[in-house]
């Protein structure tokens, strides 16, 4: 039963409002349980054409079977393929995912996310994880699901990472793409740590330009400073990046003065050598043992996060600062990782911080009533169109302005 602000909106609201939502999330469910009856009807459509009676010639029938799947669908032939190739290893290995799709409890795009990160694990440790990622999909966008995928396939196989690890740093490089109108674009591979503490360097950066007379947003500052940097008095061009911005020596010199502050989460035992589970990057980004230790040892501008070796709660965040408020600010950001609000994925750094109570209602400022929101849904709570309660491990209850609930988990859950 909802109350005050939120119950005045949910009687304002016609019931025609409400009816429409629920006809809305039935067609969604009608949709994916159609797209697993799509992936069962193309593959028994498969298993018939490639048969040794219709054809001798396996890859000529594939072919075929592809080309007219695409002219049945209005597909490109390889948008086909990679129908056909999701459909065939769901029907044929991921059973237990294949009947969430039927039941409508998950969606197309996460099976195929499921698929994606698990497939080329050995069966037996790929069932058990196909369990867990099926027992939280439901509440997780695909991307999150990706990510929580990533996180417990190291924290399962950490024996492995570091091979891989050292197999993956020989792809590293540059790669340059045409854009239309005028517009390029430079993709980096590099090592994940190197990569964060990079874009969060820009992104310090282009908010200490923040500022009235400012009409650029925070990623075109981004782009900005990054090629002034990389650019600086290239055949007498300047590139500028501040108004009126001259020195381009001066103005090199100060962004590399900007320290970047990138979260590192390390089981203890891990850091005393007796384990290999694997650390994990600004909360998401499984990096191995040996580079978690080396930063975690002498690197400045990281943060280091020591986690319970079971249960991987927060044990500590540091105290390399001493005002109680940017200690929680932090602690609040590696918690979260993302807006709390359901289904938004704007980076916790993005976000303000805000009193699930409303202060002037007589909220604390504490762990266990503030939260990350972006501006926009902040904007929704402060409006009082949406209304939530936080418990004391973290979960937030969201309330429509209709009566909906929905619930929001912590990233990583503060030990108490």
């Not at 990569?195 to 650029?216: C, V, Y």
Request: proline share 6%.
């Amino acid at each position: 039963m909802t109350s005050g602000p939120a119950r005045v909106l949910e009687e304002a609201f016609p019931e025609a409002y409400s009816d429409a939502l629920a006809e809305v999330l039935q067609a969604d469910r009608d949709m994916r349980k159609a797209s697993a009856r799509k992936a069962v009807a193309l593959i028994r459509a498969h298993h018939v054409l490639v048969s040794p009676v219709l054809f001798q010639n396996r890859m000529l029938a594939n072919r075929s079977f592809r080309a007219e799947v695409g002219a049945l669908l209005n597909l490109s032939e390889k948008a086909a393929e990679n129908l056909i190739g999701y459909s065939k290893v769901l029907v044929d290995a991921f059973p237990a995912t294949l009947d969430a799709l039927c039941t409508g409890t998950i969606s197309w795009q996460h099976a195929t996310v499921i698929v994606d990160e698990i497939g080329s694990m050995e069966p037996q440790a790929r069932q058990g994880l196909e369990t867990v990622l099926l027992g939280v999909a439901e509440n997780l966008t695909p991307h999150k699901l990706g990510r929580a995928a990533r996180l417990e396939r190291e924290r399962i196989s950490p024996e492995t990472i570091p091979a891989r690890h050292e197999a993956a740093k020989q792809l590293r490089g540059v790669e340059l793409g045409e854009d239309r109108d005028g517009m390029g674009g430079l993709f980096f591979r590099l090592k994940s740590v190197h990569s964060h503490a990079i874009f969060n360097k820009l992104t310090a950066g282009a908010q200490q330009l923040d500022g009235p007379l400012e009409d650029r947003t925070l990623d075109q500052r981004r782009a900005d400073i990054f090629t002034h940097v990389m650019l600086a008095s290239v055949d007498g061009q300047v590139f500028g990046v501040v108004p009126d911005e001259i020195d381009d020596e001066n103005f090199v010199k100060w962004f590399r003065g900007i320290t970047a502050e990138v979260a590192i989460s390390v089981p203890v035992l891990n850091l005393l050598g007796q384990s290999d589970e694997p650390a994990t990057l600004d909360g998401w980004v499984p990096i191995d043992p040996e580079t978690a230790r080396a930063l975690t040892a002498r690197a400045p501008s990281f943060t280091r996060i020591l986690t319970h070796p079971e249960t991987g709660a927060i044990l500590s965040v540091g105290r390399k600062r001493y005002k109680t408020p940017p200690d929680l600010a932090r602690m609040l950001r590696i918690r979260d990782s993302t807006c709390r609000f359901p289904g938004c994925e704007q980076p916790a750094y993005r976000c303000d911080l805000d009193h699930s109570e409303e202060w002037q209602h007589g909220g604390e400022t504490k762990l266990t009533n503030l939260a990350c929101l972006c501006p926009g849904h902040h904007t929704l709570k402060s409006a009082a169109l949406w209304t939530v309660t936080q418990d004391d491990s973290g979960v937030m209850t969201w309330t429509s302005a209709t009566g909906r609930t929905y619930r929001t988990w912590p990233h990583q859950p503060i030990a108490a």
